[in-house]
């Protein structure tokens, strides 16, 4: 099977007892690549505030790449391993994962993007 740029999309919530950066820092790892490294999502978008995560990824040959990388323990038995490791004080947590076809223009965070661009000129 091949499909080609699939997108994970991660959302983040920061709850409440969270009132300042480096007490929820984590990773989102594709296997054994890392999709995104560092995430503090109170030092990024502040409190009472979610976080979108975008990682490209494409799945061919019965693997992941990311920026054409093979992911090794990526892809097993027909689905996608994500991994979350915890950095900081407070384990990862994700309120939902979505997957989109295609590229990063089709995503809603583009969508929201090009509609400010375009009310702006």
Not at 51 to 64: H, P, T
Not at 70 to 89: E, L, M, P, Q, S
Request: aromatic share 14%.
């Amino acid at each position: 099977m091949t499909l080609n740029f699939l997108k994970i999309i991660n959302l983040f919530n920061v709850k409440n007892w969270h009132r300042a950066s480096r007490q929820r820092v984590f990773n989102i790892d594709l296997g054994k690549c890392h999709g995104e490294t560092g995430i503090d999502v109170f030092d990024r978008v502040g409190r009472f505030a979610a976080y979108d995560s975008y990682i490209e990824f494409e799945l061919k040959n019965n693997g992941v790449y990311v920026d054409g990388q093979y992911c090794a323990d990526a892809y097993h038995n027909g689905k996608v391993r994500v991994f979350y490791t915890k950095i900081g004080i407070d384990n990862p947590m994700v309120d939902a994962i979505l997957l989109f076809q295609g590229d990063l223009s089709g995503t809603p965070q583009a969508c929201f993007e090009n509609n400010i661009l375009r009310n702006r000129l």
